[in-house]
């Protein structure tokens, strides 16, 4: 099997972004390949990072032209080009997933790794694989980006390839493939937007990054413009969501808030116009989705070359201040949208959607050629013996598709749809990595009536009605995505929360393996009746008394169980480390789930089920009763050390270095990588 090995950084926004989406496009294009996304400065600089993320936050937001001379200064920095005693750390943890992984292919999207690599491999014709070095400035490059040699360097575009060979980079060496946006750009959008015309509709989605306290005020010029259609995102920031969700009734169906959205791609693609910050992704996402952008926050130093390259290219304008964008939105849309026709025509020129995986067949390619000399002695040697078994344990088998063995499954499942942590592909990937045969997402579904007065602080904790559709959507892409990589089936459920004064006046109920959305405001009787008739599961969730850190008892279903028995189709017997005995005593089908809202909750009781992986032979096992268990799964701490579950992403296993190492990217949105949001 292929083995690649992305490395990445979490400083800035650019790098992240690619390194995930080529590893979605290698995925899409070639999913036997075994691709690991890594970030080596997070393990080996934690702290560093943290502190120096910190300072980041804090220059950029209260002394912007600070920023632009540290940025200035990493050029300087002596041990960023020797890799001297400042990157020992970081080499030996390099040595440490190189060993782990065994690529092919190494991709390096932070320009700090091919110095790293360079000092490690002085002849870098003994590297035992290639590497490929993705650049994510555009025009103005760092030149720590092209100090240290690479067998290929991809760039976004001719001038800046241009710009590198005139550094002296090697001529061949340099290809101009486009920048590596998610591949779902090269997927056309069902309604792309029709040209603007007096009175509308214009389509604008405003990306809220930064200056939240005036993003109503904002959002209130922009809806003065008569014919615009406004998709505002906020994010992970529930709270400004909630402040402006007033607004968002004063407006009606001008505008649509969305909290965090997985669909900024196809968001973007269906629109006339995005306004937000200059970050390198965004503009090159823009370009990619052919949507002319009005850059609204330039951070100095680090994003003014996005933010000229926008006006250079002719694809749009940096207006700051809410009054300028407001104008400048009135602007590209008089004249039947004469300046946003030339904007477009420009991107129609540039746009290169398919990027991703382009440069995904080319890591691929060049990976080929590593395997004709492949000479594994030429790995630096590992600093403690124990290369054998990290080796071992990150070759082993992802898929267990075809093992006849009981399935793994936790079907009740929280993610940052509503108050979970991680968003939906982080959760594929987390439960994947893990083995998990199959999954359920269940979000929260509040009736809006119950939100109103003294609940309407759980706003954020719920699945947001403007978002039931991209839910279900996203999390039948994730399923797909899922079963190619892990072998794992995801399921999209939701959790029906009937919350009342009391606890005996609760009830939480799992619909499990449903096609559509159905109504929050329906009762449980005609909830259930809908989840049967769409081939789904009901299941009661936490029905008993239980321990739990904040959560309200819900006993309304077990104190009715003469009218839900009959209609239920199984029972939490356990969730998370609740066991309810009751269920047990009255003989009722039952199942063991997370409640899992963070990594730590996957310690917890789960359900293994001896069945085909297939839906319907789990649901059908699952009615059935038989060849049911539970098991409480644990990670490997001894009894009476500190509380395992301290540490969020430790993992189950003996591997616990290989995967602590190698840790799964979490995914970032682009566009919500945040400047100032410390
Ligand atoms: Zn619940
Ligand atoms: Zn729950």
Known sequence: MKSILILTAGFGDGHNAAARNICEALEKISPEVEVTVADLFERSY??????????????????????????????????????????GRLQRVLVDVLHATRPDCVVSTYPTYGQLMQALFRDHCER?????????????????????????????????????????????????????VSPRFAEPPADPPPPP?????????????????????????????????????VGRHAELKEKLAKRARKHGDRLRLL????????????????????????????????????????????????????????????????????????????????????????????????ASLRIARLVLEEGDRANQCVRPETLPARRNGNGAGAAAAAAKPLSRRHAPRALLCDFHIHTNYSDGRLTVPEVVDFYGTRGFDCICITDHWTDPRRLIGQLSRLTPFTLSYDQIEEYFEVIGREARRAWRRYGMLVLTGLEFNKDGPTRKSSAHLLGVDLKE?????????????????????????????????????????????????????????????????PVSLKRLPFLANSDFHKPKHVYSWKTLLHCEKDPASIKECICRNERVSITLYRDHHPAGGADPTDSEWAAPSPDWEAEGLIKRLPIAQHSEVTTVAG
């Open 46 to 87: 934690g702290r560093l990072n943290g502190w120096a993320r910190k300072a980041y936050l804090g220059v950029v937001r209260y002394a912007p032209g600070l920023w632009a001379g540290v940025f200035k200064a990493v050029d300087r920095l002596p041990w960023l080009t020797d890799g001297g005693a400042g990157l």
């Open 128 to 180: 035992p694989f290639r590497l490929v070095t993705v650049v994510t400035d555009a025009r103005s490059i760092n030149s720590v980006w092209h100090r240290a040699p690479s067998d290929r360097f991809v760039v976004c575009d001719e001038d800046t390839a241009a710009v590198l060979r005139r550094a002296g980079v090697e001529k061949e060496t340099v290809l101009p493939l486009g920048f590596p």
């Open 197 to 233: 015309r007096a009175g509308g509709p214009f389509r604008v989605l405003y990306v809220i990054n930064t200056g939240k306290k005036k993003a109503g005020k904002a959002i209130d010029r922009l809806l003065d413009i008569p014919g615009v259609e406004l998709t505002v995102t």
């Open 259 to 354: 909290g965090w959205t997985n669909q900024m791609p196809e968001l973007m693609m269906r629109s006339h116009l995005v306004i937000g910050k200059a970050g390198g992704a965004a503009v090159q996402e823009a370009i990619a989705a052919r949507c002319p952008m009005i850059v609204n926050q330039v951070i100095p130093g680090q994003e003014e070359g996005n933010a000229r390259l926008v006006e250079e290219l002719g694809i749009g304008v940096v207006a700051e201040g809410k009054k300028e964008v407001a104008r400048r939105v009135r602007e590209a849309l008089a004249d039947d949208g004469k300046l946003w026709h030339q904007w477009r025509a420009r991107l129609e020129e540039l746009s290169a959607p398919d």
């Open 517 to 581: 959305p159905i109504s929050p405001r329906l009762d449980l009787l005609d909830t259930i009746e809908r989840i049967h008739a769409q081939g789904g599961l009901a299941v009661a969730s936490h029905p008993h008394l239980m321990k739990s850190e904040w959560a309200k008892e819900t006993l309304y279903l077990w104190e009715h169980q003469e009218r839900f028995i009959p209609v239920i189709d199984a029972w939490e017997i356990a969730n998370r480390n609740n066991l309810f005995a």
